[in-house]
């Protein structure tokens, strides 16, 4: 399994401003992942955070709003910036590592929720 | 393509009594698929996952799913319910077997557990 930080928890933020959300692993992972799951909807993928070189990017979602570090295989930020209320959402960091069975797995941090006024 | 359609947004069962928790998809390809459960406030839980072995997967606290490919389905059941399962409740499919590296979710099922 994988043991998945994510700081601050939550934040109340003014529009217009930016947060940076961590994710810290307790094992080195090839593979993490951001997700944005918006008040009473499912999950959406963000981006595949890719340790050196440039995130992977899901339709809809650009760099320039959502920057990401992956400095290392056990560590990643998020970057919302100019936030309007909209990006009012839980974001979640996930990896993917293989359980007893072979198989792959994906397990999920528990999140940062973010109010934007 | 791959795709996922939870067919309830909300079930409403009483204690003791069973659950089911329906689940269509839709894959290019052989899929693995996963039932997640979210509790307030809390992150995601894998409950179980279907990758190609056995189409009857058995998973935590009492929950099993079935294989169906004939009716692309995957749904949920748990012969007795508890409070305790109160959650939210997320379908997912993945393409590929093994290398489950993106994931397509559902819209959820909010499961009421009343006395």
């Known amino acids: 399994s994988a043991v998945i930080s994510q700081k601050p928890s939550r934040d109340i933020c003014q529009r217009g401003t930016s947060l940076t959300i961590q994710c810290q692993v307790d094992?080195?992972?090839?593979?993490m992942f951001w997700y944005r799951q918006q008040p009473g909807q499912s999950l959406t993928l963000i981006a595949t955070a890719n340790q050196g070189s440039e995130a992977t990017y899901e339709s809809g979602f650009v760099i320039d709003k959502f920057p990401i570090s992956r400095p290392n295989l056990t560590f990643s930020t998020l970057t919302v910036s100019n936030m309007s209320p909209e990006d009012s959402s839980i974001y979640l960091c996930?990896?993917?590592?293989?359980?007893?069975?072979?198989?792959?797995?994906?397990?999920f941090g528990p999140g940062t929720r973010l109010t934007v006024l | 393509a791959q795709s996922v359609t939870q067919l309830d947004s909300h079930v409403s069962v009483s204690e003791g009594t069973p659950v089911l928790l329906r689940c269509n998809y839709s894959?290019?390809?052989?899929?693995?698929l996963f039932w997640y459960v979210q509790h307030p406030n809390k992150g995601l839980q894998l409950l179980l996952k279907y990758t190609s072995a056995a189409t009857l997967v058995k998973g935590i606290n009492g929950f099993e799913a079935e294989f169906k490919k004939s009716e692309t389905s995957f749904h949920l059941t748990k012969p007795s319910a508890h409070m305790s399962d109160a959650a939210e409740y997320f379908c997912?499919?993945?393409?590929?077997?093994?290398?489950?590296?993106?994931?397509?979710f559902g819209t959820g099922t909010r499961l009421q557990v009343t006395l």
């Open positions: 094992s080195q992972v090839t593979m």
């Open positions: 997912v499919v993945s393409s590929t077997t093994g290398t489950a590296s993106k994931l397509t």
């Open positions: 996930s990896v993917l590592k293989i359980a007893g069975d072979g198989y792959n797995e994906q397990f």
């Open positions: 894959s290019s390809y052989s899929p693995s």
